[in-house]
C-alpha cells in the first residue's frame, strides 16, 4: 500500500516569490548598479565609494535600495570606524548597545571571535527587538574573516508572511507577542544586575504581523532568539503557534546567503529581515564591526 504524505510538508516553489523577483528585477538606479542575489531579497551594489561624502539623491536612491532589496551589500569598502558611523548616522540616529560593548568607535560594537570566543549568533533574530523602538537597520562591516565558513543568512519575513495560508494570517491578524532580553544578554547577569535592566528595558510587547512604515508593506515580526510569548495566550498554544512561524523563517526559498570578504559591508532592514551567522569557522578568528539605527515603534 502506498504511504501517504503528510499534508505538513510543502513541495514545490512558493509562487508568491516570483511577483517578488519581478518587481525587484524592474528597479533601476541612477548612481549605481544592482545585482539581485536571490528571488526575493539580497543585492550587491557596485559603483559607490562609502569613504566618501554622499549626495542627498545617492543616499535617497540606497535607502530606497534597502527598503526595497532589504539588505544591500557592498565590496572593498576600507572604511574606517568614523565613517562607518557617518555612514549610518544618514539614515537615522544610532543605538548605544547596553549589553555589547564598543570597538574603537563609539556606537560601532566589534564581534571579535576566535578559539575562546566562539560565535552564538546562529539563530534566527531580529535586532533589538527586545526594545519599545526597535532598530531600523544594521550596518555590519568584515574586518577579517576566516577562509572558509563565517557567512550570514538572512531571511525575507515580508515573503515570511505572504506564503501563510489566509487561515494563518486571520489567527494572527490581532495578536501581540512580547519580546524579552533574558533569555540571551540576561544570562550573563547577576540577579541584581538582572533586575536593573529590566527596569531599564521592561518586556516589550509588540504585534505579530508589522507593517513597514516605509513600504506599507507587511511581515511576520517574531524571532526564536527574543521572543518569549503571545500575550494572552495560554502557553502550550503560544509555544507551538510561535514554533510553526519561526519554521517559516526556515524555508530556503525565503533566505539569502552572503560569504563574506574583508572590507565587505552589509546593511540591512531589520523591520522586514531576520538574520543568522552560521558558526561553522571555530577555531578561526572573524571579526566584524557593526552600527545598529534606532527605529520606531511597531
Known sequence: M?????????YGPRRHIAIQRERLDALHFEHFETTLLSPCLGAEIRGVNLSQTLSPSLLQELRTALVEFKVIFFRDQAISGEEHAALARNFGELEEHPFLPSGDTPNVIRFAKDETVVGVENNWH????????PSLGSVLRAREVPAVGGDTLWADVEAVYEGL?????????DLNAVHDFVS???LGLSDEERE?????????????????????RRCLYVNRIFTSHIEGMDSTESAELLESLYREVEV????VRFKWEADSLAFWDNRSTQHLAISDYWPQK?????????GDRP
Open 165 to 173: 495560508s489566509d487561515k494563518r494570517k486571520a489567527q494572527i491578524e
Open 2 to 10: 502506498a504511504t501517504q504524505r503528510s499534508n505538513s510538508i510543502h
Open 184 to 186: 540571551t544578554f540576561g
Open 252 to 255: 530556503a526559498e525565503y533566505q
Open 286 to 294: 572573524r571579526v566584524m564591526e557593526r552600527l545598529t539605527i534606532i
Open 126 to 133: 531580529s535586532d533589538v527587538s527586545w526594545r519599545q523602538e
Open 196 to 216: 536593573q535592566k529590566r527596569k531599564e528595558f521592561p518586556p516589550a510587547i509588540h504585534p505579530i504581523v508589522r507593517t513597514n512604515p516605509e513600504t506599507k
